[in-house]
Every structure is written in C-alpha cells, then in structure tokens.
C-alpha cells in the first residue's frame, strides 16, 4: 500500500468520524461548517486569483463578481444545513441524504473508475472514465433501500421519482466535481489545498455537495 493511499484512508475514517459527530452534536455541525465553508472559500478565492491574475478592468471586475457570488452561495449553503438541523429534523435527513448521494457518487467514481478503467470521461480530469461515472450513479442509488421509506412518507414520493431524482443529484455531484476540476486546470493546480493529506483541500471534497444540497433540495420541492 502506497504512502500516498494510507494517507487518504487514514483521512477519510477522520472525516467519517466528524460526519457521526456532526450528525449529533449541534454544537460540532455549527462551528464544523462555519470552518469548513470560510476554508472552502478562501481556497476558491485562490483558484480565482490565480485563473483571473492579470491586473485589467476585465479581470479584476470578474475576480470581484465571482469571489462575492462563490461568498454568498456558500453562505446559502452553510446556512441552510444548520437551520434545517437546528429547527426542521425532518428536512435535515433530507438534506443528509443529498450529502451522502454526493459522498456515494465519489465513492462509486473512484472504485469502479479504478478496477474497471476504460475510456476517459472528458478532458477535463484524466483520471475519469465512463466506467466511474456509471459506478457513481449506482453507488448512489444503493441509500435509496435505507431512506425509502422516510421519503416515502416525508414527500409522498413513488419508488421511480425517488430514483430519477437521486440519480439527478448523483449527476449534479458529478458535475460539481467536473467544475472544480476545471477550475484547477485553468488554475494550473492539481489541489485546491494541500490541507487533508492524501485529498487535497476542502473544496476538493465538497465539490459536488456544494452543488447537490441547493439543487437537491429544490428538486424535492418540485417533486413535492
């Protein structure tokens, strides 16, 4: 086992220990997630930096209109899951469960993409192929059995709109990550950060849950 790998387990069991924490603790999930989104934004500030470097109207107008909108979104966020734990326990397994179709989705991507190999996804990151892709989709479909019944009975959903809008969100994960990783290639970096040893930064692990909790969301409601 690589040194790189053990670094990326030894980091995901940390992070799985703070997701049951955050899950219990209210106290934990608040200031949790006040970190995580001021560092998430601060390494997205640097992408931006970086992309628009040139010190012209253009540039500095664009750093201005994308830094402040990525501020508010995230704010959004952030703000969204704590109320929604804080105030609405019902709509808070809701929205746990849009964030673990995104961890699935990147679970799936990175197992099935790894054994299976084949054709590149896109350009825009080498290490994704079609085959990863269709792990992520089905990884995400594997919660459905365990919250089936909580959305049936929260949004009086049928089994195929729960899985149509699953599968969605599993896609805007998917997305999310794909932004990202353009964002880096443009950045000309491989890592948002090198803060959590073997992931790189923050913003390259909440990527897709960044994009999947507010469309998730609104995609319940339509479906309401």
């Known amino acids: 086992m690589s040194i790189e790998l053990k670094k990326r387990i030894i980091t995901s069991i940390l992070l799985f220990i703070l997701l049951i924490l955050i899950s219990i603790y209210d106290y934990i999930l608040i200031v949790s997630l006040i970190i995580i989104g ?29 830094k402040a909108a990525s501020l508010l979104y995230l704010t959004y966020v952030v703000s969204i899951i704590i109320i929604s734990k804080l105030n609405l326990p019902d709509f808070y397994i809701l929205i746990l469960y849009i964030i673990l179709i995104s961890i699935m989705t990147d679970i799936g991507g990175l197992i099935v993409g790894k054994i299976f190999k084949g054709k590149k996804l896109t350009k825009i990151s080498p290490n994704k192929t079609i085959s990863g892709s269709i792990g992520s989709f089905v990884f995400s479909l594997f919660l459905i059995p365990f919250f089936y019944n909580f959305l049936n009975l929260y ?31 443009k950045a000309n970096v491989k890592n948002t950060s090198d803060l959590l040893p073997g992931h790189g930064g923050i913003l390259d692990r909440i990527d897709g849950i960044v994009f999947a909790v507010p469309l998730g969301i609104l995609l319940f409601k339509i479906f309401l």
């Open 38 to 66: 001021i560092i998430a934004w601060i390494e997205f500030y640097a992408l931006i930096s970086k992309i628009f470097k040139k010190s012209n109207y253009k540039n500095i107008a664009l750093r201005f209109i994308l």
């Open 155 to 185: 949004t009086n959903m049928s089994f195929f709109n729960i899985f149509l809008i699953t599968l969605f969100i599993s896609f805007i994960s998917q997305f999310g990550d794909l932004f990202i990783s353009l964002m880096k290639r």
